[in-house]
């Protein structure tokens, strides 16, 4: 499609987004919720639905959802009704979902994305609510019959539906990327898209820019990671635009995505869409939250991803680079807090935690809670360095590795025990420096006739003659001196 074309689109996208709670049980009974028991072993006959079992409601699943309602900025509603939704599914033994239909839990709030300039956008939330999870029908295992795992009927979900105010497939993305941060920093979901348990279903159309009224809208489903929402979603807009410039018009359907052929194929039309015939659910009692719950739920919650980020740009004066990448786990980010308890060289922290520690953990494939050494040591080390007394490059190539192998010694007795103190002394720079120049006496002449490029051959040679030791910054200045005067 030409740029033209594409041009004289406006892209709107809502999502609907459900994320499994990390409860220890789960929604409505004491059945354990953990992906991959053996399946139908976390099934007893409340998640069957049997006659004249009753379910429970697990008030850790409310304490989640207004912990993420809190994070969002919603509003948390006082009474919670529950509602049934009648549907027939295999994976679904009890004839219906429990869910809340009028009155979900939180209602407005925003998730703040950086838009295609990179400037922050709010994205607003229309609701989020609990509800359970059906089971899994599994189609891909025998060849001829698709098997029922109901393991993970009953698991609680809160669903968080946007408005629609994304308005690119990269918008998209970078919206589902802050709600699978939140959810990890608030430790409520596992944020695992590709064990589904979060899940995004992506509302798409087009209409043509300066129009009023939104296009018609396709629910594409089954993307298994962030990046494949994105790509369904930019196939969508693409076989929208190119439909409607010939005159077609848009089905309303869902489609579910199809990652191997990168294409979207018709489900389900939503004109023939089941009516679930909600009612209020008779098993559970409506429920009240008091303020006092709210503001104990506030008081213990975590620092957030938006707020760190704001406060290493706006206090600590890190690039937006910098403070988005260290809030991007929380586990992180922490660590990072930490380091910066015992110093205040904060953009040297940064570098270290974005250098030479998280390639340390992506080599060795491991996460910041097995990193070895503590945070206090860390910046123990930036401290040796801001006073002289090492180079950041000895720090990073010799005792960044010793003290991975002994944490448990100070990076200064490092230093001394490997003799490594930094000579900045210029008489002894000047000495390895004019021996060096003796030494090479034929690159000293190609220099003097012209050959600046030289200088770093030189530099090498005077690192190596001082094993290292010499602080690079006063050797570059001594260097480019001597050899000025040649
Ligand atoms: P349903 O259950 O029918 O999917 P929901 O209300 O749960 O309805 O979700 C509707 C989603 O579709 C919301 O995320 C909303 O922002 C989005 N949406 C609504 N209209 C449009 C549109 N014209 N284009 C894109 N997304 C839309
Ligand atoms: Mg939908």
Redesign the pocket.
Known sequence: MSPEIRDKYQV?????VHAQMLTKSKAYSSDVNEFGSTPNSNVSVVTMGHPGTLPKMNRKTIEFAIRLGLACESDIAEHQNFARKNYFYPDLPKGYQITQDLTPICTNGNVYIKDDEGKEKAIRL?RIHMEEDAGKSIHDVDVFDTLVDLNRAGVPLV?I?????LRSSKEAYSYLTEVRKLVRYLEICDGNMEESSLRC?A???VMLKGAKE????V?VKNMNSIRNVQKAIEFEINRHIEAVEKGEVIAQETRSYDALKNTTISMRS?EA?NDYRFFPEPDLQPLVIKKSQIEGIKAKMPALPRELFLKYTNELKLSEYDAYNLTDSKELALYYEEIILNTTNYKSAANWMMGDIKSYLNHNGIGMGEFPIASKVIADLIRVIDDGKISSTVASQKIFPALLKAPEKAPLQIAEEMNLIQDSNQDALLTIIEEVLEQHSSEAERYKNGEQQLTGFFMGQLMKASKGKADPKAANILMRQTLDKL
């Open positions: 709107v996208i809502g999502l609907e229309t669903e539906v946007s408005e629609p105010d279903d509302n798409v159309s939104f296009g018609r809208r629910e939503k869409a």
